[in-house]
């Protein structure tokens, strides 16, 4: 079992950045591949960014490259998404999650989930 934590989230004015952190308990973080996901009212919950157990490969939604990165620290059990010149559409609750499976896109290859964290961007 991974029990994951995230933090960080709040209110921020357009342009602005923030940092999410997801921290892990439980297995050792640092054999899963570990996505953010994002669900906004009214909508479904969707892909943002993911990274390799080694950080070596990144993957993210094309709405936001070039404006977020996704980072993972394994000594201290945690990932990282910094947000940066975000923009009211990245309005949402995010969540972090983790996957031993190669289908880092799809909701349903994460096994383990956070309980989720506001992000409200002011317009």
């Known amino acids: 079992q991974v029990q994951l934590v995230e933090s960080g989230g709040g209110l921020v004015q357009f342009g602005g950045s923030l940092r999410l952190s997801c921290a892990a308990s439980g297995r050792t973080l640092a054999r899963y591949t570990m996505g953010w996901f994002r669900q906004a009212p009214g909508k479904d919950r969707e892909f943002v960014a993911a990274?390799?157990?080694?950080?070596?490969?990144?993957f993210y939604q094309d709405s936001v490259k070039g404006r977020f990165i996704i980072s993972r620290d394994n000594a201290k059990a945690t990932v990282y998404l910094q947000m940066n010149s975000v923009k009211p559409e990245d309005t949402a609750v995010y969540y972090c999650a983790a996957t031993d499976s190669g289908s880092l896109y799809r909701i349903d290859a994460y096994d383990y989930w956070g309980q989720g964290t506001q992000v409200t961007v002011s317009s």
């Open positions: 990274i390799t157990w080694n950080g070596g490969r990144l």
